[in-house]
């Protein structure tokens, strides 16, 4: 699976940013889509995620700020965020996940990251 992130950007704080995310795969092949956030120096961390039902979960730092969503016809999906805060300030990547349930199995796919500026 190939990921191809784009929408990264410069914003000011309390401005919004939408990122994308476009899969070379179904994404009904794909057991979850998700994105994180990386500042140097730091962990990669899980910011929202999406499942092929559309159940979503949120990092309580963006939760009521972020919305993540996904468009199946175009394999693609978004990260729509608000109110943005110079500490959202990351790389983000997108992320996709299949699940064999054979064997237990789990593969992360990464995109190569976009970068979100927030200033303050």
């Known amino acids: 699976v190939q990921l191809q992130a784009s929408g990264g950007g410069l914003v000011e704080a309390g401005g919004s940013l939408k990122l994308s995310c476009v899969a070379s795969?179904?994404?009904?092949?794909?057991?979850?889509m998700a994105w994180y956030r990386q500042v140097p120096g730091g962990h990669r961390d899980l910011v929202a995620q999406?499942?092929?039902?559309?159940?979503?979960t949120y990092d309580d730092d963006v939760q009521g700020r972020f919305t993540i969503s996904r468009d199946n016809a175009k394999s693609t999906v978004y990260l729509q965020m608000n109110k943005l805060k110079p500490e959202d300030t990351a790389v983000y990547y997108c992320?996709?996940?299949?699940?064999?349930?054979?064997?237990?199995?789990?593969?992360?796919?990464w995109g190569q990251g976009t970068l979100v500026t927030v200033s303050s």
């Open positions: 992320n996709a996940v299949k699940l064999d349930l054979s064997t237990i199995d789990r593969f992360d796919y």
């Open positions: 999406i499942t092929t039902g559309g159940a979503t």
């Open positions: 795969d179904n994404l009904f092949k794909l057991d979850a």
